[in-house]
């Protein structure tokens, strides 16, 4: 971990936990309600910065886990229930009236959801959008075995996720894998499939660096490895793979799928060199592999064909940052879809902190740390939204109930649930650090 990643990811927290409090702070304020405590992190047994304002203490804690407003009256994580044994006072948060205390637990996830919708506004439009248009790769995709298990087949064009317009290759990689269904266009025909939990989850094993799909490219030679079947034929750079083993090849993909069913053996190979065709025999390895690697300006070809730089008027980009919020927000709902999966087992993939940091670039990059930004600020919204005691979602989930039967939840209820979702809390976050651990020492970041 360099010190630009560790700095981008503890100031984009930094900034996400203080916004999300002070939307908890502002209200109770407001509704003149206590707030004994305003931190960002959290101060088990000692802080360290801290300061007392009027009737609040603002500080730092030193575990780096998220944040907290204190606030009087209220049963919360710090399990403080000496006060609530007391008659209620004016101040607290509990002799409030259940709407003043549903829109101090809402304030949160609120200012979250307009952060990013902020943020992704304001990137429209000073940074527009850059993207590769699927529509634009003239030849479709190539796809891995693991795409291959999820039902895609090189050459297809895809047209549609889950009904919706997939025009964009980055966001299709990862919205694909969460989806039901997708639409492509194959052999000039529109075929939608379902899309096949195992190959997800073959994808989800594979290296996590591994696309399973990507335009297709012609197959140049580029470098030629030393003692390799293509050293010893006599490949040169720049030569063009036009046939192997008598059968025609237009693509790396057709290339590589070929030589998986010629391993150890000797087979003619055609080439374009000079504009000429030559016929050489080659030997394939143990791998299925001649030993050359491709030449990558073909595949970035392919890619700058496809590519879009869309620009955004301020007045364009309000509501595109919106959209944008909202496909974010999807995209981690149906994430649950893979990560609770006993087929794609998605949880092994699951990243902690580290595993968060590890993924900032290693030099500061302004636009990658807001949109990282704005998408964390959604997931926070989501999060803190499931209805878990513990969370704001659990405080919400009380108070629509008093809200709806016309009595408050008894404070044993309250105390009870908010001790069994602290629980379960922390051993979830035990589970995801070690998780995290296990990858740092396994090499398998």
Do not use: C
Request: charged share 20%; aromatic share 12%.
């Amino acid at each position: 971990m360099t010190t630009a990643q560790l700095f981008q990811f503890f100031l984009s927290i930094s900034i996400l936990v203080v916004l999300h409090e002070l939307g908890h702070f502002l209200p109770a304020k407001w509704f003149k309600t206590k707030v004994e405590k305003f931190y960002l992190f959290f101060d088990p047994w000692f802080s360290l910065v801290k300061k007392k304002i009027g009737d609040t203490e603002y500080g730092i804690g030193w575990l780096p886990l998220g944040g907290y407003v204190k606030i009087a009256g209220m049963v919360d994580e710090s399990m403080d229930t000496e006060q609530l044994k007391k008659p209620a006072e004016p101040w607290e948060f509990r002799s409030k009236p259940a709407w003043q205390r549903l829109i101090i637990m809402l304030g949160g996830v609120t200012v979250n959801f307009f952060l990013a919708w902020f943020i992704y506004s304001a990137l429209s439009f000073f940074n527009g959008e850059k993207y590769h248009d699927n529509s634009k790769f003239e030849h479709g995709i190539a796809v891995s075995d693991e795409g291959r298990k999820m039902g895609l087949q090189s050459g297809d064009k895809i047209l549609k996720i889950d009904g919706k317009v997939a025009d964009r290759f980055e966001t299709s990689t990862v919205n694909m894998l969460f989806a039901d269904e997708v639409t492509v266009l194959r052999n000039g025909k529109e075929v939608t499939f379902p899309i096949n939990e195992n190959g997800v989850a073959d994808v989800l094993k594979a290296n996590e660096a591994k696309a399973y799909f990507s335009p297709r490219f012609t197959p140049v030679v580029d470098s030629i490895l030393p003692k390799s079947g293509a050293a010893s034929a006599g490949l040169q750079k720049g030569d063009k793979i036009t046939a192997i083993n008598g059968k025609p090849v237009q693509f790396f993909d057709q290339l590589s799928d070929e030589l998986k069913n010629l391993k150890n053996q000797e087979v003619p190979l055609t080439v374009l060199r000079n504009n000429q065709p030559v016929t050489v025999n080659i030997k394939v390895n143990s791998e299925g592999k001649l030993g050359f690697g491709p030449d990558q300006k073909m595949m970035l070809s392919e890619l700058e064909k496809a590519a879009v730089n869309r620009k955004y008027s301020f007045l364009e980009a309000i509501p595109r940052g919106f959209t944008r919020t909202i496909d974010v927000l999807v995209m981690q709902v149906k994430q649950f879809k893979i990560i609770f999966n006993s087929t794609t087992q998605g949880y092994k993939k699951v990243s902690g902190p580290i595993g968060i940091i590890k993924q900032m670039p290693t030099d500061i990059n302004w636009e990658f740390f807001w949109s990282f930004t704005a998408m964390f600020s959604v997931w926070l919204a989501f999060l803190n939204l499931i209805p878990i005691p513990g969370l704001d979602g659990g405080h919400v989930m009380f108070t629509l109930w008093e809200m709806i039967t016309g009595k408050p939840v008894p404070q044993k209820v309250l105390e009870n649930a908010q001790m069994i979702g602290v629980i379960f809390l922390l051993g979830l976050m035990i589970l995801i650090f070690g998780n995290d651990i296990v990858k740092w020492i396994t090499g398998k970041f």
